[in-house]
């Protein structure tokens, strides 16, 4: 069975377990192996089953070559528990794996998990926020906005262009956007875009959107310092001090500013161990509970990197300002402390990248109930975090700019025409809906229609006008809508009704007309001798 990687979509980590399952299953080699006397026929030993998993968790795209063997002995743990395998008497449901001569077989049993009823979140499309429907216990003094019924003066009005006239107008000020407001257009246009880029119908099955705070994406977006660090208001929600400065001691070594150099062997490992132990207690992950469907869902991106980074900054912008400066400054601080050469090894048998992995990523990102493959992702997670940490932890400048424009786009002052509805304007945009085909076909073929035909009926029947600027306004109609033009006067003859022809009098008869006409003077010979 061939591997395959598991995008992004809903129930990822259970479509992930499956797919590990399946594969260890068609790969594990089984064979009769003799134990206190006894022969015992598909059966494997455990340390051959670490062998076979770890190399298949290195090969596979999903994990990659990353996954320890200490991480494959875990997974086996798991797998012990939830009767993936058993020992050779029949017993399973304790997590007492070791990477020993143990025997183990599979059951007979499917293994497989099905896939979990989530509580609906709300089948509503992401949409930009309806000022005519404000929330509870908010003004309604918004953004004044009527639905426009066109009828044939407004298109006269906006299409005099083309028929060669411009008809007075008048500049109108919006009110004013609340914070409020801004907040909202903030939340719905970010929840879009992440939607576009993980390539969801809906992100409903990994993302309650009620839960998602649009004071927090705000926040993370301008209150900033000049390092990108987000700057946070209620200061009682700051690192303590002195772990601040531990962090700051081993990002910065040997360049402690905020401690003394050390005087004894082995200090820098004290500090880094107290570092663990502060982030360890921490009851929530900082990516926290309700969003680790989405993080585990962009997992499903690091294929494409550059798809995978945007997801990554949009989703860290919905947490929580004291979390995201947390993980700001904990990744930070891990990248430093993998690329620093001064610094002594913080352990004698892992490497220091590896070590911060597995130190930091169940503090990072784990599910509030207990998953089987939280420690793999998060440590995937940790490890493209560290490699584009820089990218990932700033804000997405086109997304910034895009809502930026769109919200001065609303606030700006709008140009009417001479009796249109001066409080008119058309509402925001929103996302379409799916239409039959024959329905597509008639608003194609009539929906631009109707209201020419109606402008032009109004300039044929308009008596206020002369002829000869009648004529004028025909004419560069035509030029403009020749098959409107040709369905109202499809012949010469429909169009020359609106000009009858004036009948012609004769001019009076002048008297000198009658007389001979005159003769022009001819030279004659002179006969003069």
């Known amino acids: 069975m061939?591997?395959?990687?598991?995008?992004?979509?809903?129930?990822?980590?259970?479509?992930?377990?499956?797919?590990?399952?399946?594969?260890?299953?068609?790969?594990?080699?089984?064979?009769?192996?003799?134990?206190?006397?006894?022969?015992?026929?598909?059966?494997?030993?455990?340390?051959?089953?670490?062998?076979?998993?770890?190399?298949?968790?290195?090969?596979?795209?999903?994990?990659?070559?990353?996954?320890?063997?200490?991480?494959?002995?875990?997974?086996?743990?798991?797998?012990?528990?939830?009767?993936?395998?058993?020992?050779?008497?029949?017993?399973?449901?304790?997590?007492?794996?070791?990477?020993?001569?143990?025997?183990?077989?599979?059951?007979?049993?499917?293994?497989?998990?099905?896939?979990?009823?989530?509580?609906?979140?709300?089948?509503?499309?992401?949409?930009?926020?309806?000022?005519?429907?404000?929330?509870?216990?908010?003004?309604?003094?918004?953004?004044?906005?009527?639905?426009?019924?066109?009828?044939?003066?407004?298109?006269?009005?906006?299409?005099?262009?083309?028929?060669?006239?411009?008809?007075?107008?008048?500049?109108?000020?919006?009110?004013?956007?609340?914070?409020?407001?801004?907040?909202?257009?903030?939340?719905?246009?970010?929840?879009?875009?992440?939607?576009?880029?993980?390539?969801?119908?809906?992100?409903?099955?990994?993302?309650?959107?009620?839960?998602?705070?649009?004071?927090?994406?705000?926040?993370?977006?301008?209150?900033?310092?000049?390092?990108?660090?987000?700057?946070?208001?209620?200061?009682?929600?700051?690192?303590?001090?002195?772990?601040?400065?531990?962090?700051?001691?081993?990002?910065?070594?040997?360049?402690?500013?905020?401690?003394?150099?050390?005087?004894?062997?082995?200090?820098?490992?004290?500090?880094?161990?107290?570092?663990?132990?502060?982030?360890?207690?921490?009851?929530?992950?900082?990516?926290?509970?309700?969003?680790?469907?989405?993080?585990?869902?962009?997992?499903?991106?690091?294929?494409?990197?550059?798809k995978a980074v945007e997801a990554l900054q949009i989703s860290c912008l919905l947490l929580p300002p004291e979390n995201r400066k947390r993980l700001q400054l904990l990744v930070r601080m891990m990248a430093r402390i993998s690329f620093n050469k001064d610094l002594p090894p913080l352990s004698e048998s892992v490497r220091t990248r590896t070590l911060m992995v597995q130190a930091f990523s169940r503090c990072i990102l784990c599910s509030k109930d207990e998953m089987d493959l939280d420690e793999l992702l998060a440590a995937k997670l940790v490890s493209f975090l560290m490699a584009n940490y820089q990218e990932i932890l700033s804000v997405p400048s086109a997304l910034k700019c895009s809502i930026e424009e769109h919200v001065v786009h609303l606030q700006r002052v709008q140009i009417k025409y001479a009796g249109a509805d001066t409080d008119a304007t058309f509402p925001p945009p929103s996302f379409c809906h799916q239409i039959s085909t024959d329905e597509f076909e008639y608003q194609r073929a009539t929906g631009f229609q109707e209201p020419l035909a109606a402008l032009l009926e109004e300039i044929a029947m308009n008596k206020e006008i002369s002829l000869k600027d009648k004529k004028k306004k025909l004419k560069q109609f035509q030029k403009s809508y020749p098959e409107v033009y040709r369905v109202r006067f499809p012949t010469p003859e429909s169009e020359a009704v609106l000009f009858p022809e004036k009948t012609k009098q004769k001019p009076p008869i002048l008297m000198w007309a009658l007389k001979k006409p005159f003769q022009p003077f001819h030279r004659t010979r002179s006969f003069r001798m």
């Open 2 to 306: 061939e591997p395959r990687l598991v995008g992004p979509g809903p129930y990822r980590a259970t479509r992930l377990w499956n797919e590990i399952i399946e594969l260890f299953r068609a790969g594990m080699p089984l064979r009769k192996h003799r134990c206190r006397f006894k022969s015992y026929e598909r059966c494997f030993k455990a340390s051959e089953a670490v062998d076979c998993l770890h190399e298949l968790l290195g090969s596979n795209q999903n994990f990659g070559p990353e996954v320890t063997r200490n991480q494959t002995v875990k997974l086996l743990k798991k797998f012990l528990k939830n009767h993936v395998i058993e020992d050779i008497k029949g017993r399973w449901g304790k997590e007492d794996f070791q990477d020993d001569g143990h025997l183990y077989r599979f059951p007979p049993s499917s293994p497989l998990k099905p896939y979990p009823k989530k509580p609906s979140c709300g089948k509503e499309v992401i949409k930009f926020p309806d000022w005519n429907e404000p929330k509870a216990g908010t003004s309604q003094e918004h953004i004044p906005v009527k639905s426009v019924t066109m009828n044939s003066e407004m298109w006269y009005k906006r299409h005099s262009i083309a028929i060669g006239e411009v008809p007075a107008c008048k500049l109108v000020f919006r009110r004013e956007l609340t914070q409020t407001n801004i907040e909202e257009i903030w939340k719905s246009m970010t929840l879009s875009r992440l939607q576009k880029v993980l390539g969801l119908d809906s992100l409903d099955e990994v993302l309650d959107t009620k839960l998602v705070n649009s004071k927090h994406i705000v926040q993370n977006v301008y209150n900033v310092n000049k390092q990108g660090i987000v700057t946070l208001e209620d200061k009682s929600k700051e690192l303590p001090h002195w772990i601040l400065s531990a962090m700051k001691c081993l990002a910065n070594w040997p360049s402690c500013s905020d401690l003394k150099q050390p005087t004894y062997s082995g200090f820098e490992r004290d500090v880094f161990k107290t570092i663990v132990d502060y982030f360890g207690q921490i009851k929530e992950p900082l990516l926290t509970f309700n969003f680790f469907d989405v993080f585990v869902s962009v997992l499903g991106l690091l294929q494409k990197h550059n």
